[in-house]
Nanobody, 126 residues
Framework: EVQLVESGGGLVQPGGSLRLSCGTS????????VGWFRQAPGKEREGVAS????????YYADSVKGRFAISEDNAKSTLQLEMNDLKPEDTAIYYC???????????????????WGQGTQVTVSS
């Protein structure tokens, strides 16, 4: 059974950093398409960053390029999202997601991912 569990969310000041982790089970992370998404109140869930084959290919939303970094730790079967220079607009529930393959044209899109975690809240505020 594929399971995803996010952790690491919390309250951070603007300009600060936070690292999210996603513990997984039931699949091999390196062999799946995995990614991070976020959803702010009243907004659609959006792709933040996705990764394939341990970093062979990556996707970042324009809003987080240069600030966030996605990575896999295959030994620990975890997915990480390093977030730097956080801004109030980064406030959202963050979800990790996985799919057996990266679907062409849907890399970084909600429709391209079958399995989802429960989400972890990230709040950026002073």
């Amino acid at each position: 059974e594929v399971q995803l569990v996010e952790s690491g969310g919390g309250l951070v000041q603007p300009g600060g950093s936070l690292r999210l982790s996603c513990g997984t089970s039931g699949f091999t992370v390196r062999q799946f398409c995995v990614g991070w998404f976020r959803q702010a109140p009243g907004k659609e869930r959006e792709g933040v960053a996705s990764i394939q084959s341990g970093g062979a290919t990556t996707y970042y939303a324009d809003s987080v390029k240069g600030r966030f970094a996605i990575s896999e730790d295959n030994a620990k079967s975890t997915l990480q999202l390093e977030m730097n220079d956080l801004k109030p607009e980064d406030t959202a529930i963050y979800y990790c997601a996985a799919n057996p393959i990266c679907v062409p044209g849907k890399f970084g899109t909600v429709a391209g991912f079958r399995y989802w975690g429960q989400g972890t809240q990230v709040t950026v505020s002073s």
